[in-house]
């Protein structure tokens, strides 16, 4: 992890998607969990891939992927469900690896907003550059909003 002094900073869970780092903010996460059977759910969109069934509760499961425009998923021992909790609602994001956590100063953090009109631009909060590389840090309640 990287040492932060004198700047306010946060921590984030850093995930991959293919070839890219992203990350979004520990406090929403609730658990991570391994790839298990998910149910379909009939005329779900389509980045929803169904629901699981966590210790006794219902839990939609969405494809990051999917929703990202990105080539399908192909589950192996690295891919993980991350269940995260924005206002009172929880969803599982498929994700290919969780890699890390990450502590990000404000100040290494870039806003992106402005670069396009792309509603996918809604879904990132910032870019966080960590050591040598960088890390797309996530609007959750954007991205779930979008969801619902």
């Given amino acids: 992890m990287e040492n932060i002094s004198n700047a306010e900073s946060k921590q984030?869970?850093?995930?991959?998607?293919?070839n890219e780092e992203y990350g979004i903010d520990i406090q929403k996460v609730q658990i991570i969990?391994?790839?298990?059977?998910?149910?379909?759910?009939?005329?779900?969109?389509?980045?929803?891939?169904?629901?699981i069934n966590l210790r006794g509760e219902i839990i939609p499961v969405m494809s990051l992927?999917?929703?990202?425009d990105l080539e399908e998923d192909e589950y192996n021992d690295e891919t993980r469900?991350?269940?995260?909790?924005i206002e009172d609602s929880k969803i599982g994001m498929i994700v290919d690896q969780v890699k890390e956590v990450?502590?990000?100063?404000t100040e290494a953090i870039e806003n992106v907003q402005g670069f396009t009109s792309?509603?996918?631009f809604n879904f990132i909060q910032g870019v966080g550059k960590v050591n040598d590389h960088i890390?797309?840090?996530?609007?959750?309640?954007?991205i779930i909003d979008s969801t619902m």
Avoid: C, W
């Fill in 12 to 18: 984030y869970v850093v995930f991959k998607l293919g």
């Fill in 81 to 85: 469900i991350i269940i995260v909790e």
């Fill in 135 to 142: 890390v797309t840090l996530l609007n959750l309640k954007s």
């Fill in 118 to 120: 792309d509603i996918n």
């Fill in 65 to 68: 992927r999917s929703k990202f």
């Fill in 102 to 105: 990450l502590q990000i100063s």
């Fill in 33 to 51: 969990e391994r790839i298990q059977n998910i149910t379909r759910v009939p005329k779900s969109p389509y980045f929803i891939k169904g629901v």
